[in-house]
């Protein structure tokens, strides 16, 4: 099979993984030395595709013949779909190749699990170590790991990897039970928590080897099986606490070729895996737990933000007086985010924060207006009952409109 | 009122000029600034067709006279300027507008005013100086994210890599930079209409402006790349306005990919009802993989009985249950509250700093650690969430009774003769009751079901409490504790029951 082949079957394998980012390792450069490749900490993404995503890395399978059976996934062991295998040269050279022409930052591996566990985590292994070892590479490398694998390896793999991801997959012990029989949570939150013990020992002691300095990080299927967003945010909330995720990826379900009936054969709305993605983001940023922004069962509304519909179930912190309220508070208020409010906390030292500020701060005056106070403006929709302002601030009815190439055909 | 006139064409000369102007107080009204060279570039020559200039810009007979001298007034001391103001200048500078020069002045000599609010956001100049040092980083950025290097043939010489681009803002310097630092000695050149540069693989030359044609070579490996980028797309989520968003729309025509991104839409959207890459898998000959499912789950560590068990919700939130560690005929059994952070991760109790200190209190009282049985009330470690922290939580009544369970499969197993409870709610929990309190039971060993139970501080409660005294206070009665159960061992057990 020649390459091109191979790189169509097993990039295609990868499009269902919403995790590229490149961002998180120390800063590297290759000046008068050997080799090539550089980080600076942030991760650029070098192109974006059709579908919204982008592509800041070569993210490829090493193999997609599998001998799993994970009802989600198109290259289960049971589907019908050409397979293919990369030599290590291969993915080797092709990171080289796509990293010269600046197409890319770096190699995101995964993998098929092939004969055993072990055997696959050592492969994968192989190509991180020839990139860094034989070919001096300094760009990213993101190596999936098999939660099954031996830790040695795992550890072997943080000494290469920037970074290290275990895919959760699925929110629940149930679900995964029932869509992925081969694997366990059990060995998932295991493997998870043998990497962050790895990186806790690194931080305790800063001149040991390098253990995947960019952290690890997961990813959750949305829409595959019942569970609703609140599960979904308390178990993200869950692996955030426990090993220290740099970030959980949630990927919207996509189905699948021949799709075995235990899945839906629907899509769930994409503006859902975007709420939830915004969620966490203040779960991650803003101090906000799971539990303040989905109080009971439930999905997250798709008509506002995440942080709007907290604000409208919690009056009683509103109006906040923008002149007086601490920084955490402030960055609570819909239309107001991190950035804006470190920015009127300095403002506020040199004069009094007015509402042309606001808008020069390029907030959403809109959405904000009902919940701010400032030296000039006190919000006349002060006693408007939530659901009227609701009405007023929701985003109109669009989500058809998300695919708008869909409706169009 | 003296009119003066400065022509600078980098931001040192700026920086130069401002100051002098400053140091002689002459207001930016007064002040006219010219930048020959940029003023040329912006007026003639094709961008497009990368044609030189019109001519040298210090010899242009147009510009006007060198300045004049600024009045004689007594000078000001030169401004202090913070350097977090003095990088947004620099960067504004790289902003193609043309009064950058006289916006920088005014901005340098608001500060200089007193009037600080100058650099917020909020104010209209500050507004304006961010947005002018966010369009220069965002080009920036662009240019480390959007140039694609073409591959020349090897016996061609140096440069092995070319790239063509058209920036908007004066970045291509630091831009240079960037790949410098990126591909190590492999030597590649950048052209632009303004300006080129050209790594050698050791050095930086500054070379005139190129026309495209420098760029536009055939190479192989962009036909890869077209085929990964065309792979990678998921045509079931189609939503071009993500990507128009993130890519400019004058930026795709300098992109290899956008030559096919018209086709890889339109097929999306005519098979869009139809599962969306069915149509591209369903070409190629597919295998599927003859293996049992038995023998697809490969060995791995399986989880115990006890952590299966679900007797409460705290399983959800833990990474495995914690059971207890040692002799199996141990004479004596600590029981602390739950496993916390580390025990957690690591599947085996006091492993964490009150595990240390245990040790610690153990050689204290003379006692060999490794003949006791530890354990906790509670096997799942219970905790809420404090930004990216677990903090632990105290166990309910409720919880301690569900996981009574598996220590009264501890207590028939190991049968100690005393049993050390580590706080309150290890208390609790071996005395089968919620009306105690530690601080009725320290100190006082008590018969219970048969055995020996003492009850001493938790580990952590010696971590934690504030003050030096008060520390050792606290480790020195859990070490007069673990004395008394030693001595228990040998006490004759006919005191009746409490």
Same mark, same amino acid.
């Given at each position: 099979?020649?390459?091109?082949d191979?790189?169509e ?22 000046v ?36 799993y059976?994970?009802?989600?996934c ?41 004969? =055993? ?6 492969? %994968?292994?192989?190509?991180? +170590?020839?990139?860094?070892? #034989?070919?001096?590479? /300094? !760009? ?63 931080d ?43 970030r ?13 009936? =235990?899945?839906?054969?629907a899509?769930?709305? %994409?503006?859902?895996?975007? +709420?939830?993605?915004?969620? #966490?983001?203040?779960? /991650? !940023? ?17 008509d ?10 919690n ?29 009127l ?51 109109a ?6 695919w ?6 | ?23 002689h ?27 030189p ?13 060198p ?9 000001r ?26 916006f ?5 000599w ?12 909020a ?94 070579l ?24 993500v990507m128009?968003?993130?890519?400019p ?7 290899p ?10 097929e ?26 038995d ?61 240390k ?37 105290t ?7 569900a ?8 207590l ?16 609790k929990?071996v ?11 320290l100190g ?55």
């Open positions: 099979m020649e390459l091109k191979k790189l079957i097993l990039a295609d394998a990868a499009k269902y993984d919403a995790s590229c980012a490149s961002s998180g390792a120390p800063k590297r450069d290759s008068d030395k050997d080799g090539l490749g550089a980080t600076n900490g942030m991760g650029i993404c070098h192109s974006y595709t059709p579908d919204g995503r982008c592509v800041s890395l070569l993210k490829i399978l090493l193999t997609n013949f599998c001998v059976d994970c009802q989600y198109v290259n289960r062991r049971t589907s019908n779909v050409p397979r293919a295998r990369f030599s290590v040269d291969e993915v080797v050279k092709l990171t080289h190749d796509f990293y010269l022409r600046n197409y890319i930052d770096g190699l995101f591996l995964s993998s098929g699990i092939i004969q =055993s566990s072990d055997y696959t985590m050592e492969q %994968l292994v192989d190509v991180a +170590r020839r990139l860094r070892e #034989d070919h001096q590479f /300094r !760009g990213y490398i993101h190596l999936k790991t098999i939660p099954d694998a031996d830790p040695r390896l795992i550890e072997l793999a943080g000494r290469y990897a920037d970074r290290l991801s275990v895919n959760i997959e699925l929110p629940t012990q149930d679900s995964v039970t029932k869509l992925a029989p081969e694997k366990s949570v059990h060995t998932i939150k295991l493997a998870m928590g043998s990497i962050r013990a790895r990186l806790d020992e690194k305790d002691h800063p001149k040991a080897p390098v253990f995947a300095p960019a952290g690890q990080s997961t990813q959750m299927i949305v829409g595959a099986d019942a569970s609703d967003d609140r599960t979904i945010l308390h178990t993200a909330q869950t692996l955030y606490g426990s090993y220290k995720l740099k959980v990826y949630y990927s919207a379900f996509s189905p699948i070729p021949q799709s075995p009936s =235990s899945v839906p054969s899509p769930p709305p %994409l503006l859902r895996e975007h +709420r939830l993605y915004q969620a #966490d983001f203040l779960l /991650r !940023g803003y101090g906000f737990t799971a539990k303040e922004l989905m109080p009971a069962a439930g999905n997250l509304a798709l506002i933000d995440p942080k709007l519909g907290w604000a409208l179930a009056r009683a912190h509103f109006p906040l007086d923008l002149n007086r309220a601490d920084e955490s508070m402030i960055a609570r208020v819909p239309g107001i985010g991190l950035r804006t409010a470190k920015r906390i300095d403002l506020r030292r040199l004069r009094r924060i007015r509402w042309e500020d606001l808008s020069r701060l390029r907030c959403s005056l809109k959405k904000l207006a009902p919940f701010v106070i400032t030296a000039d403006y006190k919000p006349a929709q002060g006693a408007a009952s939530s659901d009227l302002l609701r009405r007023n601030l929701a985003d009815p669009r989500q058809m409109n998300l708008p190439e869909l409706q169009a055909a | 009122m003296m009119a003066v006139r400065r022509a600078v064409d980098t931001f040192a000369e700026w920086r130069e000029a401002a100051r002098e102007l400053l140091v107080g002459i207001p930016p009204e007064q002040v006219t600034w010219s930048a020959p060279h940029m003023d040329d570039l912006l007026a003639g020559g094709d961008l497009f067709t990368g044609a200039p019109a001519a040298e810009a210090s010899d242009n007979p147009s510009i006007p006279p300045p004049t001298e600024p009045p004689d007034e007594p000078l001391p030169a401004p202090h300027i913070p350097r977090s103001l003095m990088e947004m200048l620099q960067a504004a500078a790289c902003c193609r507008v043309p009064d950058r020069w006289a920088l002045y005014r901005v340098i608001r500060w200089q005013q007193g009037e600080h609010d100058v650099q917020s956001p104010d209209e100049d500050g507004a304006r100086l961010h947005a002018m040092v966010k369009a220069v980083h965002r080009e920036e950025h662009d240019m480390h994210a959007y140039i694609r290097f073409r591959e020349r043939p090897e016996e061609a010489g140096p440069p092995r890599f070319v790239a063509w681009y058209e920036p908007r803002h004066d970045v291509l310097p630091q831009v240079a930079e960037h790949f410098v630092s990126r591909m190590g000695k492999v030597s590649w050149m950048i052209a632009t209409p303004e300006a080129s540069v050209l790594w050698d693989g050791h050095t930086l030359h500054n070379t005139g402006p190129l026309v495209r044609d420098a760029a536009d055939e190479d192989t490996g962009e036909a890869l790349w077209l085929t990964y980028y065309r792979s990678v797309f998921n045509p079931a989520r189609l939503n071009t306005d128009h968003q993130h890519i729309s004058h930026r795709w025509k300098n992109l990919e956008a030559k096919i991104v018209p086709q890889m839409v339109s999306a959207a005519l098979g869009a009802r139809k599962v969306g890459q069915y149509e591209a898998v369903g070409q190629r000959k597919g295998t599927t993989i003859p293996i049992a499912p023998d697809a789950q490969p060995e791995r560590q399986q989880p115990s009985k006890l952590d299966e068990c679900r007797r409460c919700e705290l399983w959800q939130f833990a990474t495995q249950a914690v059971g207890g560690e040692g002799p199996k005929r141990a004479k004596i059994m600590f029981v602390g509250e739950q496993p916390g952070d580390q025990e957690d991760l690591a599947g085996q109790p006091f492993v964490g700093p009150a595990g200190l245990l040790d610690r209190v153990c050689e204290a009282a003379g006692v060999d650690r490794d003949t006791i049985y530890v354990t906790n009330a509670v096997k799942h470690f219970k905790w809420e969430p404090r930004g990216k922290r677990r903090l632990h939580k166990p309910v009544q409720r919880e301690i009774e996981c009574h369970y598996w220590l009264d499969k501890e028939a197993s190991v049968k100690p003769t005393v049993v050390v409870a580590l706080g309150a709610t290890a208390l929990s005395l089968r009751t919620a009306n105690v309190t530690l601080k009725d039971s006082k060993p008590l018969r219970h079901e048969g055995r020996w139970v003492v009850t001493t501080y938790h580990p952590s409660y010696v971590l934690r409490v504030p003050g030096e005294e008060a520390k050792r206070a606290a480790f020195n009665t859990m070490v007069e504790g673990l004395k008394l159960a030693h001595d228990l061992l040998h006490r004759p057990t006919e005191t009746p029951d409490a």
